[in-house]
């Protein structure tokens, strides 16, 4: 369950009334809005969508490359979303804006323990707590496809979203002081200038091992609905309640070998 002062932001006790609720949509900025523009109608809190845009992920071949994490930062950097500004990359505490980091760790107990690869950004979700809390509207969902985008022509830098979003998906760009997220590459997905099969975000494009799934996860036919449905696909802390639109394939771990098991009756070399 969501805590306490996070549902009451989210119910608008503590918040002005949105710009986006007095006025029209989005401006020029909007985070790669691309097509949008002012003209992106916004769905409204707990509308439910015809249609949904989302990556899904396999955790079992994801091999920590970071490759998705280049591609994203590039093509963000020199587009709508960008730039995506760096300071002190190679001082004694850089920091930089991104919209898809890969985090790795170890798991389970010596020896038998196991390295994941989890990448993550934005969700995208069903139920964005980063939207409502938004004092001037600048965060909000797109009513045509799902995606959740930020206008930067109305962002002031105030981090309610982040504060809100459980997932540590927002970045504060410290060059311009607007709040940054994943944008699905939507200034690519839509480019009728690009050839059909490049109309992805530039992460699922760039993997090595085809770890990324991108599409519609309200369709049941389409390529992640079926790997979800065939293959586990779960949510991320799905007790927040905010239905994550990204989904994740969970490992299929293999029992490592022991040497007794693999050799039998090894033993060691006597003089």
Known sequence: MKIQWLKDLMAGALLPLPLA??????????????????????????????????????????????????????WNTSGSAGPMVDERPYGASPTGTFFNRVQTYEADTYPQTNTIHFPKSCLHCEDPPCVPVCPTGASYKRKEDGIVLVDYDKCIGCKYCAWACPYGARELDEERQVMTKCTLC?????????????????????????????????????????AIRERGGYSLMPEWETQPANQYLPRQITPSMTLSSNVPNAAPKGN
């Open 21 to 74: 609720e007095r006025g029209s949509g989005g401006g020029s900025g909007g985070g790669g809005e691309g097509r949008g523009g002012s003209n992106t109608v916004r769905a409204q809190p707990g509308e439910t969508l015809a249609k949904q845009l989302a990556l899904v992920i396999d955790l079992n071949v994801c091999v920590g490359c970071h490759a998705c994490v280049t591609s994203c930062k590039q």
């Open 186 to 226: 939507v200034d690519r997905i839509y480019d009728e200038h690009l050839p059909k099969e490049d109309r992805k975000p530039a992460c699922v494009k760039a993997c090595p091992t085809g770890a990324r799934l991108f599409g519609d996860v309200k369709d049941p036919n389409s390529e992640v609905s079926i």
